[in-house]
C-alpha cells in the first residue's frame, strides 16, 4: 500500500500500474526492434528475460484477458451499428447493461471510431506470420529462463 497525508493507494493498483508501465515499456521496445528491422527481437527479448516466470504469466493472461474483452467489445458496437434507430432492447440484452450503455448515446461516426480504436488492439487479427515470431519469442524467453534460473 502507498500512503500518504490523503490518499491510499491498495497494492493491486499499485501491480496494476506496474503492469501498464512494463506494457507500454515492452511495445516501445518491439516497435523499436522492428522500426530496425531486426525480426530476433532483441531489445524486447532482453527486456523479457529480466522477467519472472510469474510476471510473464500474468502479462500473457492479461493480454488474453484484454483480448477477450477488445472481442466483445467489438461484437457489442457492431450490432449497435447493424441496430435501426427506434430499435427497443431488452433489459436482458448486453448492449442494455451499464459496461454498454454509453454506445447508445455515440453518433455512427465515433461507434466507427471506437471499432478502429478497438480493432487495433484485437490479437486475433495478426497475420500467421506475425502469431508464429510471438510464439518463437515466447519461447526462446522460456528458454532462456530455464537456462538460467530464473523462474523466481
Known amino acids: 500500500m502507498i500512503a500518504g497525508p490523503s490518499i491510499f493507494v491498495c497494492d493491486e493498483c499499485v501491480v496494476l500500474c506496474n503492469d501498464i508501465l512494463d506494457d507500454n515499456e515492452f511495445s516501445r521496445l518491439l516497435e523499436a526492434d522492428e ?3 531486426d525480426r530476433s527481437y532483441p531489445a524486447a527479448l532482453a527486456y523479457l528475460r529480466g522477467k519472472s516466470t ?7 493472461e492479461a493480454r ?15 450490432r449497435m451499428l447493424a441496430m435501426r434507430d427506434d430499435e427497443v432492447l431488452p433489459e436482458t440484452d ?11 448515446n455515440m453518433t455512427k461516426e465515433g461507434l466507427l471510431a471506437l471499432q478502429r480504436f478497438r480493432l487495433r488492439f484485437d490479437p ?6 506475425q502469431l508464429t515470431e510471438i510464439e518463437r519469442v515466447l519461447r526462446m524467453v522460456a528458454a532462456t529462463q530455464a537456462g538460467t534460473g530464473n523462474g523466481r
Do not use: H, M, W
Open 94 to 104: 448486453a448492449l442494455a447493461t451499464p459496461k454498454f450503455a454509453f454506445l447508445k
Open 35 to 37: 522500426e530496425c528491422g
Open 54 to 60: 510469474n510476471q510473464l504469466t500474468r502479462y500473457v
Open 64 to 78: 488474453k484477458n484484454g483480448a477477450e474483452r477488445c472481442r466483445l467489445d467489438l461484437q457489442q458496437i457492431t
Open 124 to 129: 486475433s487479427l495478426f497475420t500467421r506470420e
